[in-house]
């Protein structure tokens, strides 16, 4: 088993980053929705994939990753839908890259990030060994 939290400084940056690459170099998704994508510092830290022109983002950096993050459709004329987290939800369109870059932010999980390195059992065991932050009430 991995134990994501230790790997992230060695090798998960390293992982989230060729993740990256691979959606550039895989040429479905649109060059604007990925810079914008990118751009986003909460985003740059997850492990990107593609479907059918979609982009997706994952909590962790193997397969199969996870659904619990909101995706973004290509749609007619430029535009995007978001959808998500599950396929049989549907968040919304969006006229712009940056419109559905923000929608997805607004639903992301929480602490969401940087991508556990390993699988989403592995991610899953290690949340819950790992004891919730108590909110500050002071």
């Known amino acids: 088993m991995h134990d994501g939290a230790v790997n992230w400084n ?3 940056e390293a992982l989230v980053e060729a993740g990256w690459q691979a959606v550039r170099d895989d040429g479905r998704v649109r060059t604007e929705l990925l810079e914008a994508a990118y751009a986003e510092p909460r985003l740059r830290q997850l492990f990107p994939w593609t479907g059918m022109g979609e982009l997706h983002f ?12 909101p995706y973004i459709q290509p749609a007619a004329e ?3 839908w978001v959808s998500g987290p599950l396929r049989t939800e549907t968040v919304g369109p969006a006229a712009t890259a940056q419109e559905a870059i923000a929608m997805v932010i607004g639903r992301l999980p929480a ?19 790992t004891p919730n932050p108590q909110p500050d009430r002071g």
């Open 10 to 12: 060695s090798s998960g």
């Open 58 to 69: 994952s909590r962790c950096t193997e397969k199969r990753w996870t659904w619990d993050i």
């Open 78 to 80: 430029g535009t995007y």
């Open 111 to 129: 602490h969401c990030g940087p991508a556990f390195v390993g699988t989403p059992e592995e991610l899953a065991a290690h949340e819950a060994a």
